[in-house]
């Protein structure tokens, strides 16, 4: 008797003879069957198994060591025989590492190793995944369906309606959303700006009605802490974060199984159990999205695909349920391994029988061994008692299949002796990631800049071009600064300012925009505009208008050199500058050749450089407009500063209050050698003789007083056209004149219009008289009745007419403001216009 004859006896000799059921053909007619274990016959031992067109859903119970890990390795050697694609979810790697090595070399191009460990182990490379990704507008109730599912069971006790309420409605806006990404939700959670502009792409009215009306005053304070907290804990894992932070999987399932794909998930390193479970969960979540689609669209699935789950009792319950009813319909076969039934849900644990196709038990526990006694040909007692690799076998086949058998041993590998065919493979369908993006070397300071010098520099130079630019022309223009490759200028500008930040929008080209080019263009989007470069400050800012507009004078003119700001918007609860800059660290000097006007080769000096670090002299701008009334403070400013290692420049507005700064700090023992002093013009302002300040005006904002000096208003896209300024700019600047309160939008305009006109405050500014050097006659003054109105509120009022009011006073303030109004047809509301100031009312 061969050796693997004297090693089944003595394991069968716990069993009687006629318990163990022979097949009944050879093992070599048996070309058709599912092989699970083998049986003796004849002295010989033979295979033991099912017919495959009969090979369903299979559920796996055993205890630890007792051969389950062997029997999934059984099954899924005779799928790599068969050359049919599989996905294997395992949480301990040995067997991942296993069935890498039984792969042979012309089949390993179809290979694909998922592993959370990945980016760390081989130099970026990972199966970057997206669980919200879906194209087809029709199926996106499938993926939110499944996904609210798989988190619904995932955090059990810890779900509630509040949570799965908040939670919904930040999914049905993301999956709504081009180029989202799991790790999106955070920035709804915390980023309100974020927050309205993803808005603009839901489609669905209550979504944006609950974020709108409901969610600060009845969800923010409580319920988004707790989803906060959920989600942070899985982003917060660096490895896992370069695999959630995608926008497009590395592979789709559906190319996974249309490709007869090999794939195998190893979760054993790179997080918590409690995470792997919830990458594991994802991914299965995913596979039943596309087992749904393709029940929803009738697909048939020609060659088999088959999915095998180690520990399935680790994973969603209600996504495992979901795959049982779906895939099997549709060319998929499910695999599921767990130790006992008492560690499934209470749902799943009931149908297992109804559900699966095949069950089959090693040696578990009592409650297991009962619910399954029925079904098995053997008795509670001895289910309980089994040796190692022995075990029951119940199938529904035609005809019905009871038997006892046992599993051969298959070798184990090491690490190191499949390193070489994970690298292959995450090479050939995984992407590269930027690793100091996700774990930069040296953390930036708490108010340091957001991005690279790299990022900001591209960034930047799409704000002060004001227009679309391609790849070619962001890329010359970085290699005249850094020293940089294509993958970096890409890993940049795709990974992070496209992709990871949104601050960047990659447009494809149109074929009838009138421009030859098909290369990609790329533009800067409104969130990037009102996070690193917003002009807008929260609460009342010391210094007025004065102390604000010069910081932000200032700061035009930094960006201009391509130094990074950031400004205390008074949104936070800390001291810091008024702002502080950045600047790029030099590394050396380059002599290029360039060429002057004539053509001719001239050398030229040029410094580079660092794209991943910004310069450690950081400076502290803090802009003083009268410290006289504050001389402690200056002292303060410059202490603060100067703790945190920054160099100080004081801003003042004439020579008087420079010199008082210098006694202020002598008297405290700080030399003038220590600090510096800027006397800033104060350009362009205009009186406010109401609040008795100055308005300090950027030249973008005096071009647009100016044009709409003799108007009555404009829209923007008139502003554009008429002072001729970059789109941007203009944005900007309206909004800061806005601020100012010397421009409001007017409601002007047939109810429901959209466009929105800009006019001046006439309490603000006054259009300016032509110079006469003849004398002028006092101008009457005109009596005018007292209101109950303020003068600000005139689009109050206009709004009240829109909605319906029928206040006479309303319509009696607006008539004596200049503006007409007539009555529409009935109940059509009423017809809202501005008044020349030479027209008859």
């Given at each position: 008797m061969s050796?693997?004859?004297?090693w089944?006896?003595?394991i069968?000799?716990t069993?009687?003879r006629?318990e163990?059921v022979?097949p009944?053909?050879?093992a070599?007619?048996?070309?058709?069957?599912?092989?699970f274990g083998?049986?003796?016959?004849?002295g010989?031992l033979v295979?033991?198994?099912i017919?495959?067109k009969d090979n369903?859903?299979?559920f796996?119970?055993g205890e630890i060591?007792?051969?389950k890990t062997?029997l999934?390795?059984?099954l899924i050697?005779?799928?790599v025989k068969?050359?049919?694609?599989f996905?294997?979810?395992?949480?301990h790697?040995?067997?991942?590492?296993?069935?890498?090595a039984?792969?042979?070399?012309?089949?390993r191009n179809r290979i694909?190793?998922?592993?959370?460990?990945?980016?760390i182990?081989?130099?970026?490379?990972?199966?970057r995944?997206?669980?919200?990704?879906?194209?087809?507008?029709?199926?996106?109730y499938?993926a939110?369906s499944?996904?609210m599912?798989m988190?619904s069971?995932?955090y059990?006790?810890f779900?509630?309606?509040k949570?799965?309420?908040l939670i919904?409605?930040m999914v049905?806006?993301?999956?709504?959303?081009p180029?989202?990404?799991?790790?999106?939700m955070i920035?709804i959670?915390?980023?309100?700006?974020?927050?309205e502009y993803m808005?603009?792409?839901c489609p669905?009215e209550?979504t944006v009605?609950f974020?709108q009306h409901?969610?600060?005053?009845?969800?923010?304070?409580?319920?988004?802490?707790?989803?906060y907290?959920?989600i942070?804990k899985?982003v917060?894992?660096?490895?896992v974060?370069?695999?959630?932070d995608?926008?497009k999987?590395s592979i789709?399932v559906e190319?996974?199984?249309?490709e007869?794909?090999?794939v195998i998930?190893?979760?054993l390193s790179?997080?918590?159990?409690?995470i792997?479970?919830f990458?594991?969960?994802v991914i299965?979540h995913?596979?039943?999205?596309e087992?749904?689609r393709?029940q929803?669209?009738?697909?048939?699935?020609d060659?088999?695909?088959?999915?095998y789950?180690d520990e399935?009792h680790m994973?969603?319950?209600?996504?495992?349920?979901?795959?049982?009813?779906?895939?099997r319909?549709?060319?998929?076969r499910?695999?599921?391994?767990t130790?006992t039934?008492?560690?499934l849900n209470?749902?799943l644990?009931d149908?297992?029988?109804?559900?699966c196709q095949?069950?089959?038990?090693?040696?578990?526990?009592?409650?297991?061994?009962?619910?399954l006694?029925d079904?098995?040909?053997?008795d509670?007692r001895k289910i309980?008692?089994?040796?190692?690799?022995?075990f029951?076998l119940?199938?529904k086949?035609?005809?019905?299949v009871?038997?006892?058998?046992?599993t051969?041993?298959?070798?184990?590998?090491?690490y190191?002796?499949?390193r070489?065919i994970?690298?292959?493979s995450?090479?050939?369908?995984g992407d590269k990631?930027?690793l100091?993006t996700?774990?930069?070397?040296?953390?930036?300071?708490k108010n340091?800049?957001?991005?690279?010098p790299?990022?900001f520099?591209?960034?930047n130079?799409l704000?002060l071009?004001?227009r679309?630019m391609?790849?070619g022309?962001?890329?010359?223009?970085?290699?005249c600064?850094?020293?940089?490759?294509?993958?970096?200028i890409?890993?940049?500008l795709?990974d992070t300012l496209v992709?990871h930040?949104?601050?960047?929008?990659?447009n494809?080209?149109?074929?009838?925009d009138?421009d030859?080019?098909?290369n990609?263009?790329?533009s800067?989007?409104?969130?990037a505009?009102?996070?690193?470069y917003s002009k807008?400050v929260?609460g009342?800012?010391?210094g007025?208008?004065?102390?604000v507009?010069?910081?932000?004078?200032m700061?035009?003119?930094?960006l201009?050199n391509h130094n990074?700001c950031?400004?205390d918007r008074?949104?936070k609860?800390?001291?810091m500058?008024d702002?502080?800059v950045y600047?790029?660290?030099p590394i050396?000097e380059?002599?290029k050749i360039?060429h002057?006007?004539?053509g001719?080769?001239a050398?030229?000096?040029?410094?580079?450089?660092?794209?991943?670090?910004?310069?450690?002299?950081?400076?502290?701008?803090e802009?003083e407009?009268?410290?006289?009334?504050h001389?402690?403070?200056?002292?303060?400013?410059?202490?603060?500063?100067?703790?945190?290692?920054?160099?100080?420049?004081?801003?003042?507005?004439s020579?008087?209050i420079?010199i008082?700064?210098?006694?202020?700090?002598?008297?405290?023992?700080?030399?003038?050698?220590?600090?510096?002093?800027?006397?800033f013009?104060q350009g362009?302002t205009?009186?406010?003789e109401?609040?008795?300040?100055d308005?300090?005006?950027s030249?973008?904002?005096?071009?647009?007083?100016?044009?709409?000096?003799h108007?009555d208003?404009a829209?923007?896209?008139?502003?554009?056209?008429?002072?001729s300024?970059?789109?941007?700019?203009v944005f900007a600047?309206?909004q800061?004149?806005?601020?100012?309160k010397?421009?409001e939008?007017?409601?002007?305009?047939h109810?429901?219009s959209?466009?929105t006109?800009?006019?001046?405050?006439?309490e603000?500014?006054?259009?300016?008289?032509?110079?006469?050097?003849k004398?002028?006659?006092?101008?009457?003054?005109?009596?005018t009745?007292p209101t109950?109105?303020?003068?600000?509120e005139t689009?109050?009022?206009?709004?009240?007419?829109n909605e319906?009011?029928?206040d006479?006073?309303?319509?009696?303030?607006l008539r004596?403001?200049?503006?007409g109004?007539?009555?529409?047809?009935?109940?059509a509301?009423f017809?809202?216009h501005?008044?020349?100031k030479n027209?008859?009312?």
């Open positions: 050796h693997d004859n004297q089944y006896k003595k069968a000799n069993l009687s006629k163990i022979k009944e053909t050879p070599q007619e048996q070309v058709d069957t599912t092989v083998y049986v003796e016959r004849r010989e295979p033991f198994g017919p495959k369903q859903n299979t796996i119970f060591k007792s051969g062997t999934l390795k059984t050697a005779q799928d068969d050359g049919t694609g996905f294997l979810l395992d949480p790697r040995q067997c991942a590492m296993d069935i890498l039984m792969i042979p070399p012309e089949q694909v190793y998922i592993s959370l460990g990945s980016p182990a081989f130099d970026g490379y990972c199966i995944i997206n669980p919200l990704e879906c194209e087809n507008p029709d199926e996106k499938i939110v499944s996904f599912s988190l069971q995932h059990g006790k779900w509630g309606p949570l799965e309420t919904r409605n049905n806006v993301l999956i709504h959303i180029d989202s990404k799991f790790t999106d920035k959670l915390t980023d309100k700006k974020v927050r808005l603009t792409f669905y209550n009605s974020f409901i969610y600060e005053s009845s969800y923010e304070s409580e319920t988004a802490g707790s989803a907290n959920k942070d899985i917060s894992i660096p490895t974060l370069m695999m959630l995608a926008t999987s789709t190319r996974m199984i249309k007869n794909k090999i998930m190893d979760l790179g997080a918590t159990p409690e792997a479970e990458m594991g969960a299965l995913m596979f039943n999205v087992g749904k393709r929803e669209k009738g697909i048939n699935q060659a088999q695909f088959n999915i789950v399935a994973f969603s319950s209600a996504v495992l349920r979901e795959l049982l009813n779906t895939v319909k549709f060319g998929m499910l695999t599921l391994a130790q039934i008492d560690k209470e749902d644990a149908e297992v029988l109804a559900l095949t069950v089959v038990s090693f040696r578990c526990n009592y409650n297991t061994a009962k619910m006694a079904s098995l040909p053997l509670t309980t008692t089994l040796s190692n690799h022995m029951a119940w199938s086949s035609d005809p019905p009871q038997g006892i058998g046992i051969k041993p298959m070798p184990s590998f090491s190191e002796q499949v070489h994970m690298r292959e995450l090479e050939r369908y990631v930027n100091s996700y774990m930069p070397v040296n953390a930036s300071a340091g800049p957001k991005l690279s790299l990022e520099f591209l960034l130079t704000y071009e004001g679309d391609t790849w022309e962001l890329s010359q223009a970085a290699h600064t850094f020293e940089v490759t294509p993958r970096e890409n890993a940049a795709f992709s930040n949104r601050y960047v929008i990659a494809k080209p149109k074929m009838d009138g030859s080019s098909i990609l263009r790329f800067i989007s409104k969130l505009i009102s996070s690193i807008a929260a009342r800012r010391a007025g208008q004065l102390h507009g010069t910081i932000f004078a700061m035009d003119s930094q201009r990074y950031v400004i008074g949104d609860n800390e001291e500058a702002m502080l600047s790029f660290l050396h380059n002599n360039t002057d006007s004539a001719n080769q050398p030229g000096l040029f410094t580079m450089y660092n794209p991943k670090k910004w310069s450690h002299d950081v400076i502290a701008v802009v407009t009268d410290t006289t009334k001389e402690s403070q200056v002292y303060r400013n410059y202490v603060k500063n100067k703790k945190n290692n920054h160099d100080v420049c004081f801003v003042v507005f020579d008087k420079a008082h700064i210098t006694d202020v700090l002598a008297k405290n023992g700080i030399g003038v050698e220590q600090y510096q002093i800027m006397v013009p362009i205009q009186e406010q109401r609040q008795g300040q308005v300090l005006l030249e973008s904002e005096a071009a647009i007083i100016r044009e709409l000096e108007t208003g829209t923007t896209r008139r502003i554009i056209k008429t002072a300024l970059a789109p941007l700019e600047a309206l800061s004149l806005e601020r100012k010397i421009l939008k007017s409601g002007i305009g109810k429901g959209k466009k006109t800009w006019i001046k405050k006439d603000m500014v006054q259009k300016s008289e032509p110079k006469d050097d004398v002028q006659e006092p101008k009457p003054q005109i009596q009745q109950k109105y303020a003068t600000s689009n109050a009022l206009l709004f009240l007419i319906g009011s029928e006479p006073d309303v319509f009696e303030e004596r403001r200049n503006y109004i007539c009555p529409k047809k009935k109940g509301g017809s809202i501005k008044l020349s027209s008859k009312k």
